[in-house]
T-cell receptor
């Protein structure tokens, strides 16, 4: 079965600084999703990556999928208190599930704290 | 993006009872999923619910314990049966729309 390892497990960053979260898979990633979760709440969809080398940005958050499609990174520029939360990467389990028609396997999450 | 609501948002239940969680979507979707998030843990897929067919359960989850209904393209329910304290978790539904997947706000269940 596919396993996703996220690093770091937790991260404390001073407001205004940049940061990167990584998600590494034991198998090829055919669909990689990034979510943000506030404590005890639902998941907020950030981005979905499919192609090797793909990069997407939304506001100050950029996600990349490496060429070999086994690692993804999430980069936040000029962090703000609103960025605090748990970041989760999830992946489709099957090669033909790029259309989102499959449940996801998730990493354990990265807890991000922003210090003012 | 799909807007998903869940009821109840939280509940405290006694051991041995059952709770039915509702998931409502603001648009028609083919595939819905149910997940569990145990305290301090990540999400685990319970089952996939397609309208008009039986739900497909993941390893470790059985229909007798987690019966699912999917009566139409905008609604689904998950029942947690014969609850024990180990069932205390956040239960989330999600939907697939195009290449994206969206989650509901979750139902926080505490079993005493």
């Amino acid at each position: 079965s596919q396993e996703l390892e996220q690093s770091p497990q937790s991260l404390i960053v001073q407001e205004g600084k940049n940061l990167t979260i990584n998600c590494t898979s034991s198998k090829t990633l055919y669909g990689l999703y990034w979510y943000k979760q506030k404590y005890g709440e639902g998941l907020i969809f950030l981005m979905m990556l499919q192609k090797g080398g793909e990069e997407k940005s939304h506001e100050k958050i950029t996600a990349k999928l490496d060429e070999k499609k086994q690692q993804s990174s999430l980069h936040i520029t000029a962090s703000q208190p609103s960025h605090a939360g748990i970041y989760l990467c999830g992946a489709t389990r099957y090669r033909n599930s790029g259309g989102g028609a499959d449940g996801l396997t998730f990493g354990k999450g990265t807890h991000l704290i922003i210090q003012p | 993006s799909a807007v998903i609501s869940q009821k109840p948002s939280r509940d405290i239940c006694q051991r041995g009872t059952s709770l039915t969680i509702q998931c409502q979507v603001d648009s028609q979707v083919t595939m819905m999923f149910w997940y569990r998030q145990q305290p301090g843990q990540s999400l685990t897929l319970i089952a996939t619910a397609n309208q008009g067919s039986e739900a497909t359960y993941e390893s470790g989850f059985v229909i007798d314990k987690f019966p699912i209904s999917r009566p139409n393209l905008t609604f689904s329910t998950l029942t947690v049966s014969n609850m024990s304290p180990e069932d205390s978790s956040i239960y989330l539904c999600s939907v697939a729309q195009a290449r994206e997947q969206y989650f509901g706000p979750g139902t926080r269940l505490t079993v005493t």
